[in-house]
């Protein structure tokens, strides 16, 4: 992106540095890493918090907090629909609302390889500083480290964030009993498939592009009105919504029963799945979650979730039979176990 | 390590498993993910908020807290005297004490390269588990990711901590006055010296060891004796003691005068450092840290510290001349500027 285009998403122009690439004394924690800090990072994340750049920051907590950290590794870093840095951010920011936490905090922590150019290094700060804002949950404090040529990719990042639990929300596999609605926030596999197709140079008639968003507002919605008979919240990442539905069955002890024609796919990426020989059910996803809600209140929940992406649904339910396995009823009728994800699908998807 | 030490050190048989290197599969969130984390790593570090498995840890907080992240690409990962996993503990754990902040909890989020051999990933792992255990401060969450082939080293590993403010502790550099005194806590140099030496292949009579331990017991107990009388905690890790100083000039608007002959070096480090051209000043350090006392209580300060190591030392003291500037008074009688690292010294030195 163009140095003018992110000034324009920014609101201000880009720090003017007087290097084009990072380099190895970027992450001495000298003269150059402040450099970069102070003009670059600090200057566009700026806040509060972060502004003290102590070796941490110093937050206010009353009552129980919730505490998730994830490490992002995508490649491509750019790809359609988002960036490295705000898959950062929405990632951390969708663990929390999964945990039943309103998100408050995240802090950031990059490993840069040597000869990242600095353009592409204020597109993924730019990223990040757009999702933060967008989800109100500031960057708090963090950590910048350079790795040789050869010994990274680019940019990994780590987030880790905090969040107060909602007052209402008892998130727990143990508390999911036979009977309850397994819904799903929207359509599956966007992720992923965007993804594999930059990486393939994939062209289809309109771009596939990443679910990134972030879920807290749609969780926080269904916590405030149904409370407790939200049992069980999980987003679909690495391993897709087959392995979130296994560890459901294996975590709660119950059955799993879903049915695949209620299952959202948009028919590009279910066309894009075929050609690729992908099973929806198995590819990431960033911008969805899974809820397991008390059987009476499925359809408040299936209307809160509507509010927000048309195309959620309830695709099926715990179930007393074939306790610990998850079975698929198939569009023509059949059944077939779905198991957790075997081997490795899509490495580096998030 | 022999698998039969690492056992010895765990008091428990490692995790048996039908895998010797790491591959992508472990990094995809499927079975080969889960069978890495629940007979490997879960099981190794094993504690009640972890063993919940969940997308994050929920924690209890009144109160406030400090919030800190860093990520380690040392090399090599194992070193005379500690390992990657032990740094990632311990320097989590002396970040948060530099708040003022009793550690309490720590994240863990693994970057591995495709074909790290699973003997080395115990290694790391016994070294979390130890430094862990010693410091009394649980890994609660966690994350692991897989990148090919040549585009990580071995091992990256990101701790986040979270810590209580310590009732009495008031660290900031605005905090600090003209006439204050500057201690530390123990020899300088040692880690990356040790780091050096064996990425250079050096010998020396004694293996020189890094100096890598949790620095809160000392801070807690400065805390609770001087309480507000501490007025700034840093740990000088990458850019050394130098950097630190000139952190603490810069943020305090003050000037910083250090007397070389106060500074403890060992022996044995200020030779390799003159083998080696390297200033004792920018060597970073992984043990030891650098405390701001208020004048009256800086012998009470220094007699705790000793109480601890007893080479720690008053080595200078914050001055109204020379405001945001250095000052070394050295052996032979002269002053000279002591700027920040200006490039870089180490690369990947934590």
Chains 1, 2 share one sequence.
């Not at 008639?205 to 409370?227: A, F, N």
């Not at 050609?275 to 009476?296: K, M, Q, T």
Request: with cysteine; proline share 5%.
């Amino acid at each position: 992106m163009s140095q003018q285009k992110l000034s324009i998403q920014l609101n201000c122009p880009l720090p003017k540095l007087d290097f084009d690439v990072i380099t190895l004394g970027h992450g001495s924690g000298g003269v150059l890493t402040h450099r970069l800090l102070d003009t670059g990072v600090f200057n566009i994340l700026k806040n509060d918090l972060l502004n003290e750049q102590h070796d941490g920051a110093i937050l206010n907590f009353n009552g129980p907090v919730a505490f998730t950290t994830d490490s992002y590794v995508v490649t491509p870093i750019f790809f359609p629909g988002g960036n490295i840095g705000e898959l950062a951010v929405n990632g951390s920011i969708n663990d929390l609302a999964m945990c039943g936490a309103v998100p408050e905090y995240l802090s950031l922590s990059f490993i840069l390889e040597e000869g990242l150019r600095m353009d592409e290094f204020w597109e993924v700060l730019v990223g990040i500083k757009k999702a933060s804002d967008a989800s109100g949950v500031p960057i708090v404090t963090g950590d910048t480290k350079v790795v040789e040529r050869g010994k990274g990719d680019k940019v990994f990042i780590n987030t880790t964030g905090l969040g107060r639990i909602h007052p209402k929300a008892n998130i727990h596999a143990n508390r999911v009993k036979p009977g309850d609605k397994i819904l799903v926030s929207g359509p599956v596999a966007q992720h992923g498939v965007a993804i594999l197709s930059v990486r393939q140079g994939l062209e289809f008639e309109t771009t596939i592009t990443s679910d990134t968003q972030p879920l807290h507002t749609q969780v926080i919605r269904l916590l405030d009105e149904l409370g407790e008979d939200v049992r069980f919240l999980r987003d679909p990442t690495r391993g897709g919504v087959a392995t979130v539905l296994n560890e459901l069955a294996t975590q709660s002890g119950h059955g799993v029963e879903i049915i695949q024609k209620d299952i959202p796919v948009s028919e590009q990426v279910e066309g894009a799945c075929e050609l690729l020989g992908l099973d929806p059910l198995y590819v990431a996803n960033e911008g969805i979650f899974i809820a397991v809600v008390a059987e009476h209140k499925a359809n408040d929940a299936l209307s809160i979730l509507k509010s927000f992406d048309a195309s959620s649904s309830i695709i099926g339910n715990v179930t007393q039979e074939h306790p610990r396995q998850v079975i698929q009823h198939s569009r023509i009728g059949g059944r077939r176990i779905v198991s957790m994800l075997p081997g490795e699908q899509l490495p580096r998807i998030c």
